[in-house]
């Protein structure tokens, strides 16, 4: 079984950067999907982007795609999340999260496993 913790939320101004990590223990992390989600106040989680186990596919919800990048390193468990000119509406706590699933399914999922989340606060 796997298990992720994030890191690297912080607090920036509008138009800034932050580079989100999620490190994964246990084995077969390279068999699993994974994404990033985040959940505002008031609001459901929702999610951000997702890679397959290969990263022969991904994915980005219309308002980050050309701002944030996914990506993941098989070799060092890792998967990061580049957020570059963040908006005060991407405040949020975000969220890694893995599945095993069809690189078809990056959407809807199911992801099983999720870290604890980490806060980014976007000021205008």
């Known amino acids: 079984q796997v298990q992720l913790v994030e890191s690297g939320g912080g607090f920036v101004q509008a138009g800034g950067s932050l580079r989100l990590s999620c490190a994964a223990s246990g084995r077969y992390f390279h068999n699993y999907a994974l994404a990033w989600f985040r959940q505002a106040p008031g609001k459901e989680r929702e999610i951000v982007a997702g890679?397959?186990?290969?990263?022969?596919?991904?994915y980005y919800r219309d308002s980050v795609n050309g701002r944030f990048t996914i990506s993941r390193d098989n070799a060092k468990n890792l998967v990061y999340l580049q957020m570059n000119t963040l908006k005060p509406e991407d405040t949020a706590v975000y969220f890694c999260?893995?599945?095993?699933?069809?690189?078809?399914?990056?959407?809807?999922?199911?992801?099983?496993?999720w870290g604890q989340g980490t806060q980014v606060t976007v000021s205008s």
């Open positions: 999260a893995a599945g095993m699933m069809s690189p078809a399914d990056l959407v809807e999922g199911p992801y099983n496993i």
């Open positions: 890679i397959s186990w290969n990263a022969g596919r991904i």
